[in-house]
């Protein structure tokens, strides 16, 4: 497996980004204030960005980045979502804050989820082995996994590259194999099913394509050249590009060329936590990249 060395740098630069998140996020913190400030800290790191950071609140599971003009506020269960990459090789890892003192046991849920599923995973371990050990960790604590949510491989500028892991015994008699993987449980007290909700102002590249406005086509050129494959979101972009980004990218999306991720709610609107790890299983070795070694 190449790229080993970078992976390991990736983890060890998403260890400390998630270390300053946790002293940094405060209740009533402005979501884009810490979005920014924990992707300048990878930045500063020496670390790229896999996809901009998720700071998803409640009964939102994932895929929400703050908008340029967003005045939402942290509170109640916000799940953090951190990826960095060096070289294209990717570190995703995420946890849950309880700000609102009320969801402890849930969030503590997701995170047994995670130990226990690192604990087995090896070379030729099946998905529905891991899936088992993980809603068994859940639902031993009284909670739902949710069922359409799952763990994935990770590739070279590839977040999601193919092999999904499952959060539930699913009968997958698929195996592991060599490669880098994200370990992630969603736990809630809901009925465990996400659906797509609003927007959430992250987009991919898709397809190649053009449009016959001007700002779109410089965007266009401006996202292949510097993202790739990999997510990123109309904050970003509105720095370089200013007012007329967001029509530019709604003509892109319109076109098929853009990717656009809905934000994904849980079915019964319950509050849902998160834990992630990515693991590297290499040779005989098997290591998680985004744990203190401390």
């Known amino acids: 497996m190449k790229q080993i060395e970078d992976y390991k740098k990736a983890g060890k630069i998403s260890v400390e980004a998630k270390k300053y998140a946790r002293q940094l996020i405060k209740p009533r913190m402005s979501l884009l204030d810490i979005a920014e400030k924990i992707e300048g800290k990878i930045k500063e790191l020496g670390g790229e960005l896999a996809f901009p950071v998720n700071l998803s609140?409640?009964?939102?599971?994932?895929?929400?980045?703050?908008?340029?003009?967003?005045?939402?506020?942290?509170?109640?269960?916000?799940?953090?979502?951190?990826?960095?990459?060096?070289?294209?090789?990717?570190?995703?890892?995420?946890?849950?804050?309880?700000?609102?003192?009320?969801?402890?046991?849930?969030?503590?849920?997701?995170?047994?989820?995670?130990?226990?599923?690192?604990?087995?995973?090896?070379?030729q371990i099946t998905l529905s082995e891991i899936g088992s050990v993980i809603q068994d960790a859940i639902t031993k604590e009284g909670f739902s996994p949710?069922?359409?949510?799952?763990?994935?491989?990770?590739?070279?500028?590839?977040?999601?590259?193919?092999?999904?892991?499952?959060?539930?015994?699913?009968?997958?008699?698929?195996?592991?194999?060599?490669?880098?993987?994200a370990i992630e449980p969603f736990s809630t007290t809901g009925q465990g099913i996400v659906y797509d909700g609003g927007r959430s102002g992250i987009y991919r590249l898709e397809k190649e394509g053009s449009v016959?406005?001007?700002?779109?086509?410089?965007?266009?050129?401006?996202?292949k050249d510097n993202y790739s494959t990999l997510p990123f979101c109309e904050r970003w972009l509105t720095k370089e590009f200013g007012t007329r980004t967001?029509?530019?990218?709604?003509?892109l999306e319109k076109a098929g060329i853009l990717h656009h991720y809905p934000q994904l709610i849980e079915k019964s609107h319950a509050p849902v936590s998160q834990s992630e790890h990515t693991v590297l299983v290499y040779e005989n070795k098997v290591e998680v990249t985004t744990k203190d070694k401390k």
């Open 246 to 251: 967001r029509t530019a990218l709604l003509f």
């Open 212 to 223: 016959r406005d001007t700002t779109a086509r410089i965007i266009l050129k401006y996202v």
């Open 57 to 123: 609140i409640d009964e939102v599971a994932a895929h929400h980045t703050p908008a340029s003009d967003d005045e939402e506020e942290a509170r109640g269960l916000l799940k953090v979502d951190i990826g960095v990459h060096i070289n294209g090789a990717i570190a995703d890892t995420a946890f849950s804050l309880d700000l609102s003192g009320e969801n402890k046991k849930l969030v503590e849920s997701s995170e047994k989820a995670v130990e226990a599923a690192l604990k087995i995973i090896k070379k």
């Open 146 to 181: 949710i069922r359409n949510l799952s763990g994935h491989k990770l590739d070279i500028y590839s977040v999601h590259a193919g092999l999904t892991i499952p959060n539930y015994k699913n009968n997958n008699p698929a195996k592991i194999e060599e490669g880098a993987y």
